[in-house]
């Protein structure tokens, strides 16, 4: 058992870039969640899969933010001419989807600086 | 939405020194659980805890759902306890099985 994996652990961009993150949740989960949290905040969930069924993504942002999960393994959340708002860390968690299995795992993070 | 309140928002204790963070939520919850976020800002599990009471080590938590608070007790304080705490809780059922996350307790020990 790996852990959530998360790639980049940083990234900068411009204002107006499309930016990409990836996540790899452990093997066995088939669920998987992004949040976001801002300095000195919880984590804010965004979205969640069940496989490869998105469940959930009306507390996605805006429009500029989407995710996918082609094939219920690894998740990618796109956000599209980002703004210096969206400076944050992206986390991801990964877990099973039965109780009393649905403890959620989280991922190292992906931080985000928009300049 | 499910509200969650942590306190103290900030606690400064001495090395040694037992502690009680609580988490009161607003709602029913099937999930909740205690993370530690260390300073490089990865969430480490601590317990999966929706009722009852467990342990581990000089930690332990206890959930009273009925009243709708859960409390984190660090005994023997180590100054790697420091960093911030959370508390999250989730339904599950309704159709969005995220988490809502309170704003944390900030545990400082000092040597």
């Known amino acids: 058992d790996t852990g959530v994996s998360q790639n980049p652990r940083h990234k900068i961009t411009k204002r107006g870039q499309n930016v990409t993150f990836r996540c790899d949740p452990i093997?066995?989960?088939?669920?998987l969640y992004w949040y976001r949290q801002t300095l000195g905040q919880g984590p804010e969930f965004l979205t969640y899969f069940q496989n490869e069924a998105q469940l959930e993504k009306s507390r996605l942002l805006s429009d500029r933010f989407s995710a996918e999960r082609p094939k219920g393994s690894f998740s990618t959340l796109e956000i599209q001419r980002t703004e210096q708002g969206d400076s944050a860390m992206y986390l991801c968690?990964?877990?099973?989807?039965?109780?009393?299995?649905?403890?959620?795992?989280f991922g190292p993070g992906t931080r985000l600086t928009v300049t | 939405g499910i509200q969650v309140e942590q306190s103290p928002p900030d606690l400064i204790l001495q090395e040694g020194a037992n502690s009680t963070l609580r988490c009161n939520f607003s709602d029913s919850v099937n999930n909740l659980q205690w993370f530690h976020q260390n300073p490089w800002g990865q969430l480490i599990n601590l317990f999966y805890?929706?009722?009852g009471t467990k342990q581990n080590g000089r930690l332990s938590a206890t959930t009273v759902a009925t009243e709708r608070y859960s409390l984190l007790y660090i005994s023997s304080s180590q100054t790697t306890d420091s960093g911030v705490y959370f508390c999250?809780?989730?339904?599950?059922?309704?159709?969005?099985?995220?988490?809502?996350f309170g704003k944390g307790t900030h545990l400082i020990i000092q040597p």
């Open positions: 968690a990964s877990s099973l989807d039965h109780y009393p299995g649905k403890e959620q795992y």
């Open positions: 805890i929706p009722s």
């Open positions: 999250a809780v989730g339904y599950s059922g309704g159709g969005a099985d995220g988490l809502t």
């Open positions: 093997s066995e989960h088939n669920r």
